[in-house]
C-alpha cells in the first residue's frame, strides 16, 4: 500500500502538519509527503500508468491524505481531482475540500440540505451592502470575517453601527484578495464553542475551547480547551453536516445559542491537530490514527477489486 501526503510547501512547517507526519513515521506506514506544487496535473485518453512528480514519473498511490493548512488553491484541488479520477482514495475529497474552503458555500449547501441546521445568518459583504441593512437583518453586534481565515485571524466584532460603517467604507476603498462575510452574533456563546472531530464522517472526540471574556475561542487565540461527551443530539447533527459537506476527516464547530439551542459556527476538513497533546494527556484517542487505519483498509478493498 501506498499513500501520499500532500502538503504546500510554504505551510509544512505547521505544528499540525509536522505532528502528522510525526504520527506517520510512528506508525511505519508507506506514505510519501508531497509537496502538491510539484506535482503534475495531467488529462489523457485511456489508463494513465503513473502520476509525475516535479517531472519523476512515479506509481499512483493508493490513497492520499491532503494537509493543506490554508494553502489549497486552484492547483492543489485539481491534483485531488486527477487522483480521484485514477480511482485514488482521497481524504478529504475535492468535494470536501471545496465545501469547507469557501465559509459561504458551507452554509449554503447546509441550508439547501433542508434539515433544520442552525448557524448564524451570513451575509456577503459588496460596496453596496448598507450598514442600516446589516443592522435591521442581522442586529448588533455582529462578526465581520474574512471568508478564507482561519486561526481567529481575521474576524472582527463589530459592536455599533458607525464601526460597521467604517469598516464597509474601507471595504469600498480598496482591493481585497478576499471576500468578507458579516454574520450574526451568537452573544450566549462569547469566547466558548464546542468542536465535534470526525473520523470517517463518524464522532470520534469532542472539545469545548474557552477563551474567557475574549469573543474568539480559537486555542491559537489563547482558549483553553476540555475533553467532553456531547449531547447526542449535537452528535447527530454533525454527522449529518458531515455527510452534506462530504467530510471524512475534520470537524463541526458549534455556538452555544439560547435554551440549549446548537448553531454551526464552521466546518473543517483535516482539522489543525495543536489539541493532539491535551487529547494524549486525557487519555483521549487521535481520530488521526483512525482516520489513517480506516483510510488502509477501504484502499486495500479497492485494490483488491
Known amino acids: 500500500m501506498l499513500g501520499w501526503l500532500l502538503v504546500n510547501h510554504e505551510t509544512l512547517a505547521e505544528p499540525s502538519i509536522q505532528t502528522i507526519i510525526a504520527l506517520i513515521d510512528?506508525?511505519?506506514v508507506n506514505i510519501r509527503t508531497v509537496d502538491v506544487s510539484e506535482v503534475q496535473v495531467m488529462c489523457e485518453p485511456g489508463e494513465s500508468q503513473h502520476c509525475f512528480i516535479g517531472g519523476e514519473a512515479v506509481d499512483i498511490p493508493d490513497f492520499s491524505l491532503s494537509a493543506?493548512?490554508?494553502g489549497n488553491n486552484y492547483h492543489s484541488k485539481a491534483v485531488v481531482k486527477m487522483l480521484e479520477s485514477l480511482n485514488v482514495l482521497c481524504v478529504n475529497s475535492s468535494e470536501s475540500l471545496n465545501n469547507t474552503a469557501d465559509?459561504?458555500?458551507t452554509f449554503q449547501k447546509l441550508g439547501a440540505a433542508n434539515q433544520g441546521f442552525l448557524f448564524p445568518k451570513t451575509v456577503l459583504m459588496t460596496p453596496k451592502t448598507s450598514p442600516a441593512f446589516i443592522a435591521s437583518e442581522l442586529g448588533l453586534p455582529c462578526v465581520v470575517k474574512v471568508m478564507h481565515g482561519s486561526k481567529g485571524k481575521g474576524v472582527v466584532l463589530i459592536k455599533t453601527e458607525k464601526e460597521l460603517e467604517n469598516i464597509l467604507d474601507l471595504y469600498a476603498a480598496m482591493n481585497f484578495d478576499d471576500h468578507i462575510l458579516i454574520q450574526e452574533c451568537i452573544a450566549?456563546?462569547?469566547?466558548?464553542?464546542?468542536?465535534?472531530?470526525l473520523s470517517g464522517g463518524k464522532f470520534s472526540t469532542a472539545y469545548i475551547r474557552d477563551n474567557g471574556d475574549n469573543f474568539k475561542s480559537n486555542l491559537s487565540q489563547g482558549g483553553d480547551l476540555q475533553f467532553i461527551t456531547p449531547p447526542p443530539a449535537v452528535v447527530e447533527i454533525a454527522e449529518q453536516a458531515a455527510a452534506v459537506l462530504d467530510i471524512y476527516f475534520g470537524s463541526i464547530d458549534f455556538?452555544?445559542?439560547?435554551?440549549?439551542?446548537?448553531?454551526?459556527c464552521e466546518a473543517n476538513s483535516m482539522t489543525g491537530l495543536t489539541y493532539s497533546k491535551d487529547a494524549l494527556s486525557n487519555s483521549q484517542s487521535n481520530p488521526l490514527l483512525l482516520t489513517l487505519k480506516n483510510i488502509m483498509a477501504e484502499a486495500q478493498k479497492r485494490k483488491n477489486r
Open 26 to 28: 510512528k506508525m511505519g
Open 68 to 70: 493543506f493548512f490554508g
Open 103 to 105: 465559509k459561504l458555500l
Open 188 to 197: 450566549a456563546s462569547k469566547g466558548r464553542d464546542m468542536r465535534i472531530m
Open 255 to 264: 455556538l452555544f445559542g439560547e435554551n440549549d439551542t446548537y448553531y454551526i
